[in-house]
């Protein structure tokens, strides 16, 4: 998924490799494919031992300096080979996995930074398009990429793991789903993506602007689409098929009112877009209805 970032911002893109790089190089790539800046590919210099071990998710580390909670790291011991694990949370030298490792390390196992993190140059913002990509590449010429956006607004997700727990809770016979955080998250992501790719579709994505509150109720409607379609979850006393059909339909009427509530175009980035708003958002709502 691509990530939005504001014009003329300078934003910071972290990629967490399978192990650790080896003199990576970085590289902005145009839409066209070609190569508009060469930034800085930093390691993560984090290299120190665990000190104790509690069991396979609690333990201290020998330091923390530089050691961040939500962060990767690689952690080697001889009971598991190398896995890559984010710090949950941190407490002077005291971590706390977001998941447990493969099997309860020993004291003196490696714990190393594995993230690398790149810089876009503002040039590469300043102007609104999608489809812009920065590309790293270690010295073994192994490659990773992450795609993004230069818009006017970052809008949020449309809905989050709340949102979708409580539309259940209230609209649907119990479900074993709200005993799975994890799965509410995703359902959330694919919610809030579906609602991008439909805008897209629409519209002129990276000049939109407007109120993040408008996403909502179009987020509570795409959660509903992937909980019939991939969970086949119907409210009690709808017909399914009827109910398909209808919350189909919904999405796609939703979708383009939110085009109608949001606006901001300036196709040609002048900074003047009033004309150019209400001439696009008609054609887009004539070419749906």
């Known amino acids: 998924m691509a990530t939005d970032v504001i014009k003329d911002s300078t934003p910071r893109i972290t990629f967490v490799p399978s192990t650790i790089w080896t003199g990576p190089t970085a590289a902005v790539v145009a839409?066209?494919?070609t190569s508009a800046a060469t930034p800085t590919a930093t390691l993560d210099s984090v290299s120190t031992t665990l000190a104790t071990v509690t069991n396979?998710?609690?333990?201290?580390?020998t330091s923390a300096a530089s050691v961040e909670a939500g962060k990767s790291y690689e952690i080697t011991d001889a009971a598991f080979g190398s896995v890559i694990a984010q710090v949950g949370s941190l407490d002077g030298v005291a971590i706390v996995l977001t998941d447990p490792l493969p099997a309860v390390p020993t004291?003196?196992?490696t714990f190393k930074g594995v993230e690398i993190d790149v810089s876009v140059p503002a040039a590469q913002t300043a102007t609104l398009g999608m489809n812009w990509r920065v590309v790293i590449e270690d010295i073994y010429g192994r490659q990773l990429s992450h795609w993004f956006n230069v818009v006017r607004q970052v809008f949020p997700a449309a809905i989050g793991e709340a949102g979708v727990r409580r539309l259940i809770a209230h609209g649907y016979t119990s479900s074993g789903i709200l005993r799975q955080p994890e799965l509410l998250r995703d359902?959330?992501?694919e919610a809030s993506q579906m609602v991008r790719d439909r805008l897209r579709e629409l519209?002129?994505?990276p000049s939109l602007v407007g109120d993040p509150a408008c996403l909502d109720e179009v987020g509570r409607v795409a959660a509903r689409v992937v909980l019939f379609n991939d969970f086949a979850l119907v409210p009690p006393g709808r017909d399914p098929e009827e109910y398909s059909s209808f919350i189909h339909d919904e999405f796609q009427r939703r979708c383009a009112g939110l085009v109608h509530r949001l606006g901001g175009y300036d196709t040609d980035d002048?900074?003047?877009f009033e004309e150019e708003a209400t001439n696009l958002i008609t054609s887009v709502i004539e070419g749906v209805i």
């Open 203 to 205: 519209t002129s994505w």
């Open 56 to 61: 396979a998710f609690t333990m201290t580390l």
């Open 270 to 272: 002048d900074g003047d």
């Open 107 to 109: 004291a003196g196992a």
């Open 31 to 33: 839409p066209d494919g």
């Open 187 to 189: 359902i959330a992501a």
